[in-house]
């Protein structure tokens, strides 16, 4: 019933950008939680950001606090994840999700609370 679909990622160097976007296929995307998540190979899948419906409030793991924003579009039914100063830690594949409420609650950073997933887009940073 509800497709994402993620895009923007790439390979950069060190301290590189990339800006990565979900784009949701949704009668209304206003009230949902959206986040991002990532993992590398031989990984648990791990939080990245989440941001409620409104925008209003946002949450990141601490490994990204500082460096990625998370941002949406609800005109455009779209999440973004903009990362600046990329380490080679940062490599994985990101998914975005969401899930069927319109704010965040206190357990949004286990994958299981989201209901909906993408298929994942790669962003591999190199030394």
């Known amino acids: 019933q509800v497709q994402l679909v993620e895009s923007g990622g790439g390979l950069v160097q060190t301290g590189g950008s990339l800006r990565l976007s979900c784009a949701a296929s949704?009668?209304?995307?206003?009230?949902?939680?959206m986040g991002w998540f990532r993992q590398a190979p031989g990984t648990e899948r791990e939080f990245v950001a989440s941001?409620?419906?409104?925008?209003?409030?946002?949450h990141y793991a601490d490994s990204v606090k500082g460096r990625f924003t998370i941002s949406r579009d609800n005109a455009k039914n779209t999440v973004y994840l903009q990362m600046d100063d990329l380490k080679p830690e940062d490599t994985a594949a990101y998914f975005c999700?969401?899930?069927?409420?319109?704010?965040?609650?206190?357990?949004?950073?286990?994958?299981?609370?989201?209901?909906?997933w993408g298929q994942g887009t790669q962003v591999t940073v190199s030394s």
């Open positions: 999700a969401a899930r069927r409420v319109a704010y965040c609650s206190s357990d949004y950073v286990q994958a299981r609370s989201y209901d909906y």
């Open positions: 949704v009668r209304t995307f206003n009230n949902y939680c």
């Open positions: 941001i409620s419906w409104t925008g209003t409030t946002t």
